[in-house]
């Protein structure tokens, strides 16, 4: 009972949100580990390219998130150490703190969605194998820039 704490409740949801994209970037690894050294167009397919999209994109908003409470739990931790342990966090303010960081850098990586999409490019281009083997206009989707975004001088 004396573990059951503000101080490690936050300590939790900073390994949570260490834990959350590197699952997300392990099962990426095992997909792609299927097709290490073969460039095939069965393999390269929209759900592979939306993983690598979701991938890309989750990183770091988390890594914020981890970041900005470890400067919070440091910032209760001085003081709580301060006061001489006459000052212990709430609950209620821990609460409201990780709710407001966890709204804060999921805003933040908003724009990573925006300049990001899954397009499509030649297969060509991707495999530098021989060429014979496909359709020359065959296309595999890949995430990359969205040049209409980026090209869109307002939204700069």
Same mark, same amino acid.
């Given at each position: ?38 460039? $095939? ?20 908003? #988390? ?33 409201? $703190? ?6 804060? /850098? ?8 925006? #300049? ?7 297969? %060509?281009?991707? /495999? ?5 083997? #496909?359709? $020359? ?9 969205? #040049?209409?975004?980026? %090209? ?5």
């Amino acid at each position: 009972k004396e573990l059951r704490n503000p101080f490690n409740l936050v300590l939790g949801v900073m390994c949570l949100s260490t834990v959350v994209p590197l699952v997300v970037r392990v099962s990426l690894l095992y997909r792609q580990l299927f097709f290490i050294g073969r460039c $095939s167009i069965e393999k390269m397919t929209y759900s592979l390219a939306l993983h690598m999209f979701v991938e890309f994109n989750c990183w770091a908003p #988390f890594r914020a998130l981890y970041t900005w409470l470890a400067a919070i739990l440091t910032l209760m931790r001085y003081r709580s150490l301060r006061s001489k342990g006459r000052w212990e966090a709430s609950y209620p303010l821990v609460f409201i $703190s990780m709710t407001l960081l966890a709204s804060f /850098c999921g805003v933040a990586g908003i724009p990573l969605f925006l #300049f990001q999409e899954i397009q499509y490019r030649p297969v %060509d281009v991707i /495999c530098p194998v021989d060429t014979e083997l #496909f359709d $020359s206009h065959m296309t595999i989707p890949l995430p990359g820039l969205s #040049f209409s975004m980026v %090209d869109n001088n307002c939204l700069v």
